[in-house]
């Protein structure tokens, strides 16, 4: 290609179409994988699945790389520490996290993983939030029934406090003598 380019009589002309020649040959040889390391359309996809629920990137800073080729319409959150990852979970429940592999990525099953920035990512969805045991909602009606009778007890419980209290010093004074007089243990 550079031959043909030299053959042709003007220099101008010929040092003119080097660069773009040079280009178009490094973007045919190099462009495919170059954008395979670069594209962060599998990691958006996968997060915009779970935006309704929440969206954070774990442990870097977020600058938008994956609102456009997910069509994000959700804000990201940046989340840095443990306390604010589990924190985070227990907010939005099903949503998604994005984090390195490489860095100590969040305990919760992983929805995708991809190259991106020749680096590997996961998509880790947040668990959903525990449903209530069936043992609890059944006994809820029971408790909110016996909540008045309790209520009303109360201030009896509390009249009763003060004369516990002054049987409690009695009680103190007669541990040891019941202890002296308990058989000993083999």
Do not use: C, K, N
């Amino acid at each position: 290609m550079i031959l043909a380019v030299w053959s042709i009589r003007a220099p101008a002309l010929a040092l003119g179409l080097i660069a773009p020649g040079a280009l178009a040959v490094f973007y045919l040889a190099g462009g495919p994988s170059m954008r395979a390391l670069y594209d962060a359309t599998p990691i958006a996809q996968a997060l915009a699945a779970h935006q309704a629920q929440g969206l954070a990137v774990i442990g870097g800073r977020y600058h938008g790389e994956y609102g456009f080729a997910g069509r994000l319409s959700a804000p990201v959150d940046a989340l840095y520490t443990p306390e604010e990852i589990a924190a985070w979970g227990l907010a939005h429940p099903g949503g998604a996290a994005v984090a390195r592999l490489d860095r100590e990525p969040p305990d919760w099953p992983m929805v995708a993983e991809a190259l991106f920035r020749a680096r590997a990512y996961g998509v880790f969805r947040a668990p959903e939030a525990a449903p209530a045991a069936p043992e609890a909602t059944e006994a809820a009606p029971e408790a909110i029934e016996a909540a008045p009778e309790a209520t009303e007890a109360a201030p009896e419980a509390m009249d009763a406090a003060p004369e516990a209290m002054d049987a409690a010093p009695e009680a103190m004074d007669a541990a040891p003598e019941a202890m002296d007089t308990a058989p000993e243990a083999t």
